[in-house]
């Protein structure tokens, strides 16, 4: 064991695949969708720096880079699934935080412990960075799903994550960068051309006037 063990336990995650179990024309794994995440919340840093927020840039990619590092013990768990009640997502909460911490405990020295304690820990918080990380994790969740539907996967699972996905998202409103992404990315998104997209437009356009009229 050692810090060796973690270095080694990163490329696990590439081996780790979402929303396992169901027919799809592309895998994604988790180490790539820490990538992507951390990326699109790159992006959604500047335009809240655009707006006149202040970004804690370190927190931010901490938060995006080691959001998931818990799914190597216990692997992805479909969306729907997870937050089928808060009850169950509690439950899975918990489980993830003991393994984690066997897991550093058991592979750190003492005096980083508490490093990766902080590391690891949820980072969808009430923070503007943590707002971000939420809304990015629910932006590369829609991108994965809508390629799926895009090319015509007919598991209905894609496009209950797509609609969870953009509820979760439109719950962040507020913030300039949900603002840049509705106006200014998602019309392009639903403008490329794909065999559902008359249906994925009338569900996006109908989950979107529902949730501002809220």
Not at 111 to 117: D, G, L, V
Not at 190 to 206: H, K, N, P, V, W
């Amino acid at each position: 064991m050692g810090v060796h063990q973690y270095f080694k336990s990163l490329s696990d995650l590439e081996k780790i695949y979402r929303c396992p179990g169901k027919f799809k024309f592309q895998e994604h794994s988790v180490a790539a969708h820490s990538f992507k995440v951390a990326k699109i919340a790159q992006f959604f840093g500047h335009v809240e720096e655009k707006a006149g927020n202040k970004v804690d840039w370190r927190a931010l990619y901490q938060k995006a880079l080691n959001h998931d590092y818990p799914e190597l013990f216990t692997g992805d768990i479909k969306t729907p699934v997870k937050y089928s009640s808060k009850e169950l997502h509690e439950l899975f909460k918990q489980v993830e935080e003991e393994m984690t911490k066997n897991f550093i405990n058991g592979v750190f020295p003492e005096e980083y412990r508490e490093i990766y304690f902080d590391l690891f820990k949820e980072g969808k918080d009430d923070t503007l960075e943590g707002k971000i990380l939420s809304v990015s994790d629910k932006v590369d969740l829609l991108y994965e799903s809508f390629g799926e539907i895009q090319k015509g996967n007919p598991e209905p699972l894609f496009l209950e994550i797509y609609e969870e996905s953009l509820r979760t998202i439109l719950r962040f409103s507020g913030l300039a960068s949900v603002q840049y992404f509705l106006t200014s990315i998602l019309p392009d998104l639903l403008a490329e051309r794909f065999i559902e997209r008359s249906q994925l437009r009338g569900i996006t356009d109908e989950i979107i006037e529902n949730e501002f009229k809220r």
